[in-house]
């Protein structure tokens, strides 16, 4: 994402520590702090219905919110005033149709979750169609925890090695039909790049992969279900995506003649659009002179269940249960880690 912004940045702008608009493209705690008089936006982004905590806490240390998707744009300004969107993009001089060497019919999926990203659902589906001449390929980090290690079935194949840009883009052209029944995404730039590429691809309409949704060449239906982090994110319908699956492989030739044809709308999402949109949305920046450093400050409202007297950092706490103390971040997550706190 950081370097998709990076590469369309006109010949005009340019990026300096000590400019006066800071972009942190992160997780909103992963911010170290920042130069005193700097406008300070975070572009971030949250997969299911309920923003975490320590988002929550840290929102209010940023002047301006930017976020991927429109379903974002809603959950953010619960907690923020001023959100924005700016989709990511794709580099469609990299991401196009490559020749597709000949054989079985080859489904494809992939994500570096595998629960969150469907992967789960899609071997469901896939094993249930029982094709006679289909395989099935998942590319799964090879960091991910949550990739099972039993037997997937014997015509289902993974792959968990680190690929460079250009292997990926081949591994991608292997495809007949690219699919992400994805339960929650910020955005979801592998089926746009999937489609960028002339792929037939499905999709969930799922947070951040409704954006591009009108592009794929079929939309899986969620229902909702509990989250592994918090709250609920969509729960993709196996049975929908299997009959997508299935005119996939009956209708091979008119579904890929109809997604070549939609390469072009999938200009709208070009990285230049993006970084135009993103440069709109934050002020013009000068250079600061000689500024300091200024470390974040998140304060957070705490009760202890019990009493407790402790040396944290360079600061003594004396604490009583059944009052309210404001401390700060980093406070409340070791009293919390010790047990602490109600």
């Known amino acids: 994402m950081l370097q998709g912004f990076k590469d369309s940045l006109p010949k005009s702008v340019t990026l300096d520590n000590h400019a006066s608009v800071s972009v942190h493209m992160q997780v909103p705690y992963a ?11 975070l572009f971030s982004m949250w997969e299911t219905d309920t923003l975490p905590s320590n988002f929550r806490k840290w929102l209010g240390q940023f002047d301006q919110v930017i976020v991927p998707c429109e379903y974002n744009v809603e959950l953010f300004s619960e907690f923020h005033k001023d959100v924005s969107y700016c989709p990511l993009g794709v580099d469609h001089k990299f991401w196009k149709p490559m020749p597709k060497p000949d054989g079985v019919f080859r489904f494809q999926g992939g994500g570096s979750l595998w629960h969150r990203k469907g992967m789960d659902v899609l071997v469901k589906a896939f094993n249930a169609l029982n094709l006679p001449d289909a395989e099935l390929h998942i590319k799964a980090a090879p960091h991910a925890q949550d990739v099972p290690s039993q037997h997937l079935g014997d015509k289902v194949f993974l792959n968990r090695t680190w690929m460079s840009p250009i292997e990926q883009r081949d591994w991608y052209s292997k495809a007949d039909c690219f699919v992400a029944p994805a339960r ?6 592998m089926p746009l790049q999937a489609i960028a590429s002339g792929i037939p691809t499905i999709v969930s309409d799922s947070t951040g992969q409704a954006q591009f949704a009108h592009l794929a060449f079929g939309i899986v239906p969620c229902g909702k279900s509990k989250a592994e982090t918090t709250g609920q994110w969509d729960e993709p319908n196996q049975k929908i995506l299997e009959e997508l699956m299935m005119e996939a492989y009956t209708n091979r030739g008119s579904i890929k003649q109809v997604a070549v044809s939609r390469i072009p709308e999938t200009k709208a999402f070009s990285w230049s659009n993006a970084t135009r949109r993103l440069l709109s949305l934050i002020p013009e920046g000068t250079l600061l002179d000689d500024p300091d450093w200024v470390l974040p400050d ?3 409202e705490i009760q202890v269940n019990r009493k407790v007297k402790a040396d ?3 600061e003594s706490y004396s604490l009583q249960p059944g009052q309210i103390y404001v401390v700060s971040d980093n406070v409340h997550q070791v009293l919390t880690d010790a047990g602490y706190v109600v």
């Open 31 to 41: 911010c170290k702090g920042w130069f005193t008089g700097q406008h300070r936006v």
């Open 184 to 189: 929650g995404e910020g955005f979801g730039l």
């Open 312 to 314: 944290i950092g360079n």
């Open 298 to 300: 998140v304060k957070v």
